[in-house]
């Protein structure tokens, strides 16, 4: 019977596992996949056939929609586990047949937005299970009404999309997301979201007010009718671990015909260390019009090393006013009036992301990432100041590793404003900044990935004294499978609490264990990192 909708990173390998995976055999594996792919076709609406949706091994044409939304080459390698059926969703009954049949054959579900889960969680799988994907890049339909400053958007849209629809709509409207426009809706609103306006309107789950969710029964659900306690995990607390979100719908908010950006640099012999000493004083209690980043990166000149400091902003209001506040505020920045453009928000978006001067929006709805390769990251709070001659040791120890960036993005403003309990996200008043460490680098392989994952680890090591302690917090969006991994067994509530309190902390990570025992007891939805039910 069809089923119908009602609503129109130490990071663990698990190497023996991967070995299992990859070794079943070739007439194990086809009869799961055919099972699989049969139930599918039986289950799903007659009215939107799936057969054309799937994408199996045997398939010519697998390794490329495998790797469309790849956004990490770590994940593209021949050892790299694969699953045995790629789903591509065109209707909301592909998604609810995949569930069904997925329990009855025990396989594991994957869900893909846009492919940028940075340990590429929406794609791989290092549990001891089979595993399918389903990719939700079709569902990316976006209704922007204006008249209420709402927005309907399906969670395979992407952010770019989203701005772009919204511009579309409107000059005075914009919605508090990240700036990378290639990044998927699904994964990153229900695990927080937060870019550029967050000092002015909080997250992105700040400003959601309704979902549709496929919950574990094959149900379409929305926020009454699953109730406040799951729409409350999923905003916030990762969609994954609860069920398969299909849209949101987000509140947008207001910002003004014409808005201020630069990106400035300054180098150590422009006093960097007095700069950022300065920065990690102030960037927090800025105005909240005012999003100061400070990216501090090695740069090699001729053999020699040196440290340097990019301030990507934005300021919600015109030039003068700018800097005329950071003359009051941040005078050791040297801010000029030069160095200032004034432009619309959705340009702004544009200049965030490197893209030239005069690239035209529709640039936006490109689904194409700027630049792919392998890359590692970790995060980390601050909340007390970082002193100049700390900053200066924490130079030395970039200079002495390879490829270091550090991105101190700053809090403050509508963050500090939020309860911590307000949704799963917990990082909000006390907070100074957060740190995103990125390494990236060119070399293919797992030589090479292993020699620069090392790299990050003895750097995130050496922060230690400057950032939080008991929980070390960390983001989830950020995700990094250093810092725990569950192999859901009896013990999977305990090993949930070791990333579970760094991401959540203690008591919102508990409160998500609860909607998880009444939601999903059986733990149908999980990764290595989802949230594993309260032990009884």
Same mark, same amino acid.
């Given at each position: 019977?069809?089923?119908?909708?009602?609503?129109? @990173?130490?990071?663990?390998?698990?190497?023996?596992?991967?070995?299992?995976?990859?070794?079943?055999?070739?007439?194990?594996?086809?009869?799961?996949?055919?099972?699989?792919?049969?139930?599918?076709?039986?289950?799903?609406?007659?009215?939107?056939?799936?057969?054309?949706?799937?994408?199996?091994?045997?398939?010519?044409?697998?390794?490329?929609?495998?790797?469309?939304?790849?956004?990490?080459?770590?994940?593209?390698?021949?050892?790299?586990?694969?699953?045995?059926?790629?789903?591509?969703?065109?209707?909301?009954?592909?998604?609810?047949?995949?569930?069904?049949?997925?329990?009855?054959?025990?396989?594991?579900?994957?869900?893909?937005?846009?492919?940028?889960?940075?340990?590429?969680?929406?794609?791989?799988?290092?549990?001891?299970?089979?595993?399918?994907?389903?990719?939700?890049?079709?569902?990316?339909?976006?209704?922007?009404?204006?008249?209420?400053?709402?927005?309907?958007?399906?969670?395979?849209?992407?952010?770019?999309?989203?701005?772009?629809?919204?511009?579309?709509?409107?000059?005075?409207?914009?919605?508090?997301?990240?700036?990378?426009?290639?990044?998927?809706?699904?994964?990153?609103?229900?695990?927080?979201?937060?870019?550029?306006?967050?000092?002015?309107?909080?997250?992105?789950?700040?400003?959601?007010?309704?979902?549709?969710?496929?919950?574990?029964?094959?149900?379409?659900?929305?926020?009454?009718?699953?109730?406040?306690?799951?729409?409350?995990?999923?905003?916030?607390?990762?969609?994954?671990?609860?069920?398969?979100?299909?849209?949101?719908?987000?509140?947008?908010?207001?910002?003004?015909?014409?808005?201020?950006?630069?990106?400035?640099?300054?180098?150590?012999?422009?006093?960097?260390?007095?700069?950022?000493?300065?920065?990690?004083?102030?960037?927090?209690?800025? /105005?909240?019009?005012?999003?100061?980043?400070?990216?501090?990166?090695?740069?090699?000149?001729?053999?020699?090393?040196?440290?340097?400091? @990019?301030?990507?902003?934005?300021?919600?209001?015109?030039?003068?006013?700018?800097?005329?506040?950071?003359?009051? /505020?941040?005078?050791?920045?040297?801010?000029?009036?030069?160095?200032?453009?004034?432009?619309?928000?959705?340009?702004?978006?544009?200049?965030?992301?490197?893209?030239?001067?005069?690239?035209?929006?529709?640039?936006?709805?490109?689904?194409?990432?700027?630049?792919?390769?392998?890359?590692?990251?970790?995060?980390?709070?601050?909340?007390?100041?970082?002193?100049?001659?700390?900053?200066?040791?924490?130079?030395?120890?970039?200079?002495?590793?390879?490829?270091?960036?550090?991105?101190?993005?700053?809090?403050?403003?509508?963050?500090?404003?939020?309860?911590?309990?307000?949704?799963?996200?917990?990082?909000?008043?006390?907070?100074?900044?957060?740190?995103?460490?990125?390494?990236?680098?060119?070399?293919?392989?797992?030589?090479?990935?292993?020699?620069?994952?090392?790299?990050?680890?003895?750097?995130?090591?050496?922060?230690?004294?400057?950032?939080?302690?008991?929980?070390?917090?960390?983001?989830?969006?950020?995700? /990094?499978?250093?810092?725990?991994?569950?192999?859901?067994?009896?013990?999977?509530?305990?090993?949930?609490?070791?990333?579970?309190?760094?991401?959540?902390?203690?008591?919102?990570?508990?409160?998500?264990?609860?909607?998880?025992?009444?939601?999903?007891?059986?733990?149908?939805?999980?990764?290595?990192?989802?949230?594993?039910?309260?032990?009884?």
């Amino acid at each position: 019977m069809a089923i119908t909708s009602s609503f129109n @990173i130490q990071i663990f390998i698990f190497p023996l596992l991967v070995v299992l995976l990859s070794t079943q055999s070739s007439e194990t594996s086809t009869s799961i996949t055919d099972r699989f792919t049969q139930c599918l076709n039986n289950k799903a609406d007659p009215g939107f056939p799936i057969s054309g949706q799937l994408y199996t091994p045997r398939n010519s044409s697998f390794p490329s929609v495998l790797q469309a939304y790849i956004r990490n080459l770590r994940f593209n390698e021949s050892t790299t586990p694969k699953p045995i059926v790629i789903i591509t969703a065109l209707h909301p009954s592909h998604i609810q047949a995949a569930v069904v049949c997925a329990k009855t054959h025990r396989l594991l579900m994957k869900t893909r937005s846009g492919g940028h889960d940075y340990e590429g969680l929406s794609y791989i799988s290092y549990l001891n299970q089979p595993f399918f994907v389903v990719d939700t890049f079709n569902l990316r339909s976006i209704k922007v009404n204006t008249e209420d400053e709402t927005a309907w958007v399906q969670t395979g849209a992407t952010l770019g999309e989203v701005y772009y629809r919204i511009a579309e709509k409107s000059n005075m409207h914009a919605f508090p997301a990240g700036i990378c426009p290639t990044v998927g809706v699904g994964g990153h609103f229900s695990g927080g979201g937060y870019g550029n306006l967050m000092r002015k309107y909080g997250l992105s789950v700040d400003n959601i007010v309704d979902a549709q969710l496929i919950n574990v029964n094959g149900k379409l659900l929305n926020r009454k009718s699953m109730g406040e306690d799951l729409f409350w995990a999923i905003t916030g607390g990762g969609g994954v671990s609860f069920g398969v979100v299909l849209a949101f719908k987000i509140k947008l908010v207001r910002v003004p015909p014409v808005v201020t950006v630069f990106n400035i640099q300054r180098t150590s012999e422009q006093n960097l260390s007095t700069i950022a000493d300065r920065w990690i004083q102030v960037a927090n209690k800025l /105005d909240n019009d005012l999003f100061l980043r400070m990216i501090l990166q090695v740069i090699n000149t001729n053999g020699e090393k040196t440290i340097g400091g @990019i301030f990507p902003t934005l300021y919600l209001g015109n030039s003068t006013a700018l800097v005329n506040l950071l003359n009051k /505020d941040f005078p050791e920045l040297g801010v000029e009036i030069s160095e200032c453009i004034e432009m619309s928000w959705i340009e702004s978006v544009l200049f965030y992301t490197n893209f030239p001067m005069g690239t035209p929006t529709t640039a936006l709805l490109s689904r194409t990432a700027q630049g792919i390769n392998p890359f590692k990251v970790k995060s980390d709070y601050v909340k007390n100041p970082i002193s100049k001659e700390g900053f200066k040791y924490i130079f030395e120890k970039m200079k002495e590793l390879e490829n270091q960036m550090l991105i101190f993005n700053p809090y403050g403003g509508r963050m500090s404003e939020i309860s911590e309990f307000a949704k799963p996200f917990p990082h909000r008043s006390g907070n100074i900044a957060k740190i995103q460490y990125y390494v990236t680098w060119d070399e293919l392989g797992v030589e090479a990935a292993d020699r620069y994952l090392n790299f990050t680890r003895m750097m995130y090591d050496y922060m230690t004294p400057f950032v939080s302690k008991n929980p070390r917090e960390a983001f989830l969006n950020y995700r /990094d499978l250093d810092i725990g991994v569950n192999n859901h067994g009896k013990n999977a509530y305990v090993e949930g609490m070791v990333y579970g309190h760094k991401y959540f902390k203690e008591t919102n990570y508990k409160r998500l264990t609860m909607v998880k025992r009444r939601v999903d007891p059986t733990n149908f939805f999980r990764n290595e990192q989802s949230i594993p039910t309260l032990s009884s």
